[in-house]
């Protein structure tokens, strides 16, 4: 039965986590099998042909625990490999960012938007594009953020590296009159109060997991998927790799005490 199978969620790392975290908001009731590729994060600096293997193996090991649609919650897996995993797998992909394109062009007021992300992310113009499609007067200004990635894995929420990074990388925004910054990669929701600090108040910031629950949870409604259970589901974890750091973080991330972090083999299940 369809409607009782959980929802599987992808991403290169922890980041995703802060897609689960809306998803369970929306959706309490679903169950979620979560998969972080920490052995093989970051994915923002590989090549397009890496990102789209490691997302079909990330998809294939998800299928194998049974999920009814795949979220990938990764900016930069859904810039580059949706194509393929749509005409690859039967279930339902739902990427990030076309919801958050969406929510940042019906936020912006002065049609100025700046985009944050990873190198490939930002090189691939995934969000100027998908923003631009909805709306070509808006002036879209991008920037790769890299380091915000490793610092976000190692729970740096507020670290003074972590600002000094973000005054040298978000200095060059603050002069372009943006309204709107998008969080175009799923790690920095996690250094959400840096970046709002640096970047200032008055910059509405956009953290696509919240519009992509939104359409996950309209998605599996339309075709019928949504669970009967009157009860919370549950949220099962698995990664390629356990860093020390993992459950902690995720923890404090998610706001909420995890049972077991579960490590899997991941180029290995895919030989077999
Ligand atoms: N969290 C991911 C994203 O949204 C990937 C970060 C990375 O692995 O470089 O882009």
């Not at 689960?20 to 970051?42: C, N």
């Not at 005409?87 to 076309?98: A, M, N, Q, S």
């Not at 691939?124 to 499609?133: F, L």
């Not at 459950?247 to 909420?256: D, M, N, S, T, Y």
């Amino acid at each position: 039965m369809e409607k009782e199978k959980p929802i599987g969620v992808f991403d290169s790392g922890i980041g995703g986590l802060t897609v689960v975290k809306r998803l369970i908001s929306s959706l309490p009731r679903e169950s979620i099998v979560y998969f972080g590729d920490t052995a093989r994060v970051p994915y923002g600096s590989k090549s397009n042909s890496t990102v789209i293997d490691y997302s079909v193996q990330n998809t294939n090991f998800l299928l194998s625990k049974n999920v009814k649609a795949i979220v990938v919650a990764c900016n930069t897996a859904s810039s580059i490999a949706i194509p393929s995993l749509k005409e690859k797998f039967d279930v339902p992909v739902i990427g990030v960012i076309l919801p958050g394109a969406d929510m940042a062009v019906n936020e912006t007021k002065n049609g100025k938007i700046g985009v944050i992300g990873t190198r490939a992310t930002i090189s691939n113009q995934a969000y100027s594009k998908a923003i631009n499609e909805l709306d070509n007067k808006i002036k879209v200004y991008e920037k790769a953020c890299p380091l915000f990635v490793p610092l976000a894995e190692e729970g740096w929420t507020h670290h003074k590296a972590t600002y000094d990074i973000a005054e040298e990388y978000l200095k060059e925004l603050r002069g372009k009159d943006i309204d709107t910054l998008v969080l175009g990669c799923t790690h920095y929701p996690i250094l959400v109060d840096v970046i709002q600090d640096v970047i200032g108040k008055n910059v509405k910031l956009i953290d696509s997991g919240i519009a992509t629950a939104e359409v996950v949870k309209n998605e599996i409604n339309r075709i019928g998927f949504e669970t009967n259970s009157a009860v919370p589901g549950n949220l099962d974890l698995y990664v390629s790799d356990i860093p020390t750091t993992f459950k902690q973080v995720a923890e404090l991330f998610l706001g909420k005490k995890i049972n077991e972090v579960v490590k899997v083999d991941i180029e290995e299940l895919h030989k077999i």
